[in-house]
């Protein structure tokens, strides 16, 4: 029951730098310190200055205290750490809407998080030419309920409860990107009640 | 695309805009609509002269959205094949030309936040009807133009009485010159930008946008080359099994038409990749003249553009 083989899944690539931009805007979440810090010394050793670069951070538990530590004091012009990714993104936005052309997206973190800022960048329409993503970290989805348009967040199972309208969803692997999420469809609606088993499948 | 699918159309009007440029309008020959077509589109207009056929591209100028008529704008190179010097002293009202249908390889991005244009001359013909477009539109654009004063003040006038403020017109002197590098150094993100003009003025907007950052896929150019003179050549066609002979005023794909062979093309510029051909034997060099083929490819010596490139030397089959 569970739809596999839709292919909208997006596919992301190790981070490198891109020596054609003039600004680097590097944004992070939890462990998504680690290509991040690799990517600052890549940059370092292929001349892109420090004062270029501006790193956005969330401390997400899934990366420890020290690396938390180490991106505070990351090699970047301006770092900002944030404690989740809703104060990120705010500021995300408002740093885009005052950007110039020349600028270069870097992302990395969980696919749910890459999803949301990637419909941000979408808006200011930064092309693929001008993002690099890095997927890292826990794989749970971001499941839009399509009857009811809520977001669950943290999805690791096939099978889950919509926390606004309660239908039990199946989750789909038909992403989309404009809403940063799977689909997610009613699954006993013929029957109410009579599920499949629910399994841990995004971990 | 193939000359199979061209229209006949009337020339309704001829207006000699600057001292080398004319100005034509095309209705369709049957009285019915012309085909719907976006800014930024050419036509390929085909010219039966005494000898031969000439078959250019040229920028639709008018607007997309009144469709009762095309218009184009000639600028006669005398040191061309023939094909503007044909338009500008053979082409009178009433007389039916044959033209294929607009194809657009210059299309405004659909996603941009901002439109930054520039032209120069007669680019601006490439460039006329994509600000009608825009200005259907609630997306920012502007347009700077350099004109040789006084020569495209009619095409300057227009734009301004249809544009306002959105346009800026430049003297083509040291003193006004357009300030490329400046503006291109601080537009917001979602810009594109688009330049249509002359060769050195599309690579110094491509220059400044590079330098100042701007991704490629934010870049647009135009350039049509005219298919340069050059040495008489034969060709062999090996799968139509024909001999063609290339007069020095002639390009490839105008002989290999000739010869009554239907190659395919879009732009007959250089520019879209429609028309390339692989080649089978050489015996002399490829003197390659598009913006299509990387230079690898070029160097190869196994594919050749024939709407713009010729050859040297004494054999050349071509796999059409
Ligand atoms: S027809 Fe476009 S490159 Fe030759």
């Known amino acids: 029951m569970l739809i596999r083989g839709i292919k909208s899944k997006p596919v992301y690539t190790p981070l490198a730098p891109d020596l054609g931009g003039r600004t680097h805007l590097l944004v992070g979440f939890g462990v998504g310190a680690e290509p991040l810090t690799r990517l600052m010394a890549d940059c370092t050793l292929a001349g892109v200055t420090k004062a270029s670069r501006r790193l956005l951070y969330v401390t997400d538990k899934s990366a420890s205290m020290a690396m938390h530590e180490m991106m505070r004091h990351a090699d970047a012009g301006e770092v900002q750490l944030f404690k989740d990714s809703a104060s990120l993104l705010s500021e995300f936005e408002t740093i885009l809407k005052a950007s110039i052309m020349g600028t270069r997206l870097y992302v990395a973190g969980p696919e749910a998080f890459m999803g949301l800022v990637m419909r941000i960048a979408a808006r200011f329409n930064l092309n693929r030419d001008e993002i690099r993503a890095e997927e890292c970290g826990s794989p749970a989805r971001r499941v839009h309920c399509i009857h009811c348009r809520a977001a669950t967040e943290d999805v690791t199972t096939n099978i889950v409860q919509c926390v606004d309208c309660q239908r039990w969803l199946v989750v789909r692997d038909h992403y989309s990107r404009r809403l940063a999420a799977y689909m997610g469809v009613m699954i006993d609606a013929e029957v109410p009640g009579e599920l499949p088993p629910i399994e841990e499948v995004f971990v | ?320």
Not at chain 2, 199 to 211: H, N, Q
Not at chain 2, 306 to 319: I, M
């Open chain 2, 1 to 320: 695309m193939s000359h199979s699918h061209t229209f006949a159309v009337t020339v309704t009007a001829i207006t000699q805009v600057t001292p080398l440029i004319k100005h034509f309008v095309l209705k369709a020959a049957d009285g019915a609509q012309m085909p719907s077509f976006s800014g930024g589109s050419h036509v390929v207009v085909v010219m039966k002269g005494a000898t031969r056929v000439y078959r250019n591209p040229y920028s639709l100028l008018s607007s997309p959205n009144d469709l009762s008529a095309y218009e184009i704008a000639v600028r006669r190179a005398d040191q061309s094949r023939g094909g503007s010097v044909f338009m500008h002293d053979h082409v009178t009202v009433g007389m039916t030309l044959q033209i294929a249908h607009p194809v657009n390889l210059f299309q405004l991005d659909k996603l941009a936040l901002k439109h930054v244009l520039f032209a120069g001359g007669v680019g601006i013909t490439a460039i006329a009807a994509q600000l009608e477009d825009l200005k259907m539109g609630a997306v920012p654009y502007e347009l700077h133009y350099s004109v040789r004063a006084p020569d495209h003040a009619a095409f300057a006038d227009r734009l301004l009485a249809r544009h306002g403020d959105r346009v800026r017109i430049y003297h083509d002197s040291a003193e006004h010159r357009i300030d490329i590098e400046g503006l291109v150094a601080a537009q917001p993100l979602g810009t594109h930008v688009y330049v249509c003009g002359p060769t050195p003025m599309i690579g110094r907007v491509l220059a400044s946008a590079r330098a100042a950052g701007w991704a490629e896929s934010h870049i647009h150019w135009e350039q049509f080359s005219a298919p340069p003179v050059g040495d008489p050549f034969d060709v062999f066609l090996k799968k139509s099994n024909v001999k063609v002979s290339v007069l020095p005023d002639q390009s490839l794909l105008e002989a290999i038409e000739d010869a009554g062979v239907d190659a395919p093309y879009l732009c007959r510029g250089g520019v879209c990749g429609e028309c390339k051909c692989r080649v089978l034997e050489v015996d002399g060099v490829l003197v390659h003249n598009d913006h299509y083929l990387s230079p690898e490819e070029k160097a190869s010596g196994t594919l050749i553009m024939p709407c713009v490139s010729r050859a040297h030397g004494k054999n050349l089959v071509l796999d059409l």
